[in-house]
T-cell receptor, first 111, second 114 residues
């Protein structure tokens, strides 16, 4: 469904823990993105990657880390340094001049 | 960096009326402008996009217009239906070169009342 898969769909984290969100695509897209969605805030870019082994910070990168070891995968780690991690996280992928396709999202809740 | 402003944040219309959502962008090098629809609890999905070499694009009841000089673009939905109710996002990006960064507006919650 859409060629881009996020897991898990729901994730609960205790305060002080790091958690990793998975994102995999089989669309052979060069670029991958992580967005955070909060009510009334739209889609805010956390990190993006245009090529394997390279990535750039987005607008709200503090408290997050990523890796791009394979073209198909772009995992996001929410670290304990992220002060308010509860949100809906969306992964997307695209080619340079085409639309971005989104995964179904991961809802992270701090308990 | 790019900044995309979107208005209004909420829009309520009667079924059959038209709806217009407007966006402005700051980076004059941006040349790709997609619009996404997100239904409650679902992923955003592309509904229409426009590139800077085109001033207007239509797809059935949906149209997008682009004014490069003023750096703004708009989504027009005619003959609205209840199933058009959703959050709509505009976005902007440079195409080509080495910058794939895709920047979104804050979204517009459209409600179509039967």
């Amino acid at each position: 469904d859409g060629g881009i898969t996020q897991s898990p769909k729901y994730l609960f984290r205790k305060e002080g823990q790091n958690v990793t969100l998975s994102c995999e695509q089989n669309l052979n897209h060069d670029a991958m993105y992580w967005y955070r969605q909060d009510p009334g805030q739209g889609l805010r870019l956390i990190y993006y990657s245009q090529i394997v082994n390279d990535f750039q910070k987005g607008d709200i990168a503090e408290g997050y880390s990523v890796s791009r070891e394979k073209k198909e995968s772009f995992p996001l780690t929410v670290t304990s340094a992220q002060k308010n991690p509860t949100a809906f996280y969306l992964c997307a992928s695209s080619m340079a001049n085409t639309e971005a396709f989104f995964g179904q999202g991961t809802r992270l809740t701090v308990v | 960096g790019e900044n995309v402003e979107q208005h209004p944040s909420t829009l309520s219309v009667q079924e059959g009326d038209s709806a217009v959502i407007k966006c402005t962008y700051s980076d004059s090098a941006s040349n790709y402008f997609p619009w996404y629809k997100q239904e409650l609890g679902k992923r955003p999905q592309l509904i229409i996009d426009i590139r800077s070499n085109v001033g207007e694009k239509k797809d059935q009841r949906i149209a997008v217009t682009l004014n490069k000089t003023a750096k703004h673009f708009s989504l027009h939905i005619t003959e609205t239906q209840p199933e058009d109710s959703a959050v709509y996002f505009c976005a902007a990006r440079r195409s080509g070169g080495s910058n794939y960064k895709l920047t979104f507006g804050k979204g517009t919650l459209l409600t179509v009342n039967p």
